[in-house]
């Protein structure tokens, strides 16, 4: 096993999980906490919406685990949600496509008359490939593509982000009364990982600690409107969005202040409040709601109308809300050990042991914690939300069978690992903390079984670390509303990771 600090290298931003296993991390053993008690209750006979048979059918479409399996019925109720945002004179939903860019799920999102929030110059050609529409498109970037100015010629809308990428804009189409819109940093952010409403968090994208946006107090003092002027542009758009999973409360006081940007400029027509809505993925997490926290922003919208004389439309960027719930990782323990056995008895050594009677044995004499450990065969390459985050992720084992009839009764406490051979690949971490172990409460599971992690149809597919150790990157597919499977993308072979790199001239060696 290689030291933990190469998670620096692969990661960047996650915080060395050397100790991540040591005993003062292992606080949150089987006792379970509060804040995880429901990861402790019964566990359920399907996952939010596979029965072994199902989950079969997508591993026998998939050729395979691991894989993502993706509901198009909560695909579909999640867009019904969203579309009927409260929204005083007109709406627009964005996709936030970072969340799950396959082109299936776009192409769906664009059939229910949702646009695309892009990321990247990347993001929105590949959304064009999908058959998206240019004009159905926004880009808000941390780096303004190159070719920027053709992608405005197609339709493209893009909102500045920097005072840099303003001055680039105004450049590029001087006083041609080019249309832009201004995303700003409004001061404040709020993300789930975090209660600070101005400090660093990796979900906090609003506030003195974020790079996200134009500093508020840049537009106030007459910078931006004097960029804005000197270039000839008109300012059709105010964008702000302060972080994943915010405080709805947080959301609403944004979104109010947001209205005060645009009596700047007489030629806004809409308001973004970019997405982030919270979205519970365990039993014991609440959603947020929708209709709750947009009702007051929507009259805001009224009394802002009221006062400037201008009925202006209103954006929303979700993706998380969109496609969480709607995704499943599906895959299959490939391995299951116990640590810290003292005086391990026969049936320890036998390869069907008991290994939740066999926890009892483990050593206490210097104080350490042993565990019963389920390795998937998948892991960080797949879902890196646990350990970047300390995401908290429901899991649910079915029977290698395939059949509901072969679910057993008994549970057992167990951590749950990935396949990488790196320390940091833990799937089952303390809530909010990715080098803190903790126990779960699972059906009890042996090698073969099928193991769901559910919640992974956000920032899973197109947020891992695929190809570390030379893993292939997962096959993906679609449950229909018949519950027909359908495989979106195919697996990856083992040539394709390396299929771009190149030989070095004979002799360099």
């Not at 990321?119 to 303004?144: C, H, W």
């Not at 365990?282 to 947020?288: I, V």
């Not at 914690?369 to 390795?375: Q, Y």
């Not at 597919?461 to 695929?466: F, H, P, Q, R």
Request: aromatic fraction near 6%; charged fraction near 20%.
């Amino acid at each position: 096993m290689k030291a933990s600090s190469s998670s620096l290298a692969i990661l960047m931003a996650l915080a060395s999980s050397i100790d991540a296993f040591a005993p003062i991390k292992q606080t949150h053993s089987r006792a379970a906490t509060a804040s995880s008690s429901s990861l402790f209750a019964a566990p359920p006979a399907s996952s939010n919406f596979l029965t072994p048979e199902l989950a079969q059918s997508c591993i026998d479409t998939a050729s395979g685990t691991p894989l993502y399996a993706y509901s198009l019925a909560t695909l579909a109720k999640s867009a019904d949600d969203v579309l009927a945002f409260p929204n005083a004179y007109g709406l627009t939903v964005r996709y936030a496509m970072k969340a799950c860019p396959n082109g299936s799920i776009l192409k769906y999102f664009s059939s229910r008359g949702i646009c695309i929030d892009a990321s990247s110059g990347f993001e929105v050609k590949r959304a064009m490939d999908y058959g998206v529409p240019a004009e159905n498109i926004s880009l808000s970037t941390q780096e303004l593509p190159e070719d920027f100015g053709e992608l405005v010629k197609l339709g493209v809308k893009i909102n500045a982000c920097s005072i840099s990428q303003l001055e680039r804009f105004g450049a590029a189409f001087p006083n041609t009364s080019q249309k832009v819109g201004i995303r700003i940093n409004p001061g404040v952010g709020s993300g789930g990982f975090s209660s600070s409403a101005t400090g660093f968090s990796k979900t906090n994208v609003g506030g003195p600690a974020s790079s996200f946006g134009i500093w508020h107090e840049q537009v106030t003092d007459g910078t931006v409107p004097d960029i804005v002027s000197k270039y000839g542009l008109e300012v059709e758009r105010i964008h702000t969005h302060i972080g994943s999973g915010s405080d709805p409360a947080i959301w609403q006081s944004v979104a109010k202040t947001s209205l005060s940007f645009c009596a700047i400029w007489d030629s806004v027509t809409a308001l973004n409040l970019g997405g982030g809505y919270k979205v519970g993925r365990n039993p014991d997490e609440k959603s947020t709601d929708l209709s709750e926290i947009g009702a007051p922003v929507a009259e805001a919208f009224r009394e802002f109308a009221k006062e400037h004389g201008r009925e202006l439309k209103m954006e929303i960027e979700p993706g998380t809300y969109l496609v969480a719930n709607a995704g499943a990782l599906v895959t299959t323990i490939q391995d299951k050990i116990l640590t810290l056995i003292s005086s391990p008895s026969s049936s320890v050594k036998n390869l069907n042991m008991n290994l939740t009677a066999c926890a009892a044995q483990v050593s206490t004499k210097t104080g350490d914690v042993g565990h019963i450990f389920l390795k998937m065969d998948a892991g960080m390459t797949d879902v890196l939300r646990p350990s970047l985050y300390g995401a908290i992720h429901p899991i649910t084992i079915l029977p290698a069978s395939g059949k509901s009839a072969d679910i057993g009764t008994s549970t057992e406490s167990v951590v749950v690992v990935g396949h990488c051979c790196e320390s940091g690949d833990l799937m089952t971490p303390a809530p909010g903390e990715p080098e803190a172990l903790e126990e779960r409460s699972l059906r009890t599971a042996t090698i073969g079984d099928t193991a769901v992690m559910d919640g992974s149809g956000a920032y899973c597919a197109g947020m891992s670390t695929k190809n570390y150790n030379s893993f292939p990157e997962a096959p993906e597919v679609l449950v229909d509303l018949e519950g027909g499977v359908h495989l979106i993308r195919k697996r990856q072979s083992l040539k394709q990771i390396y299929e771009n790199e190149c030989d070095v001239p004979s002799g360099l060696f």
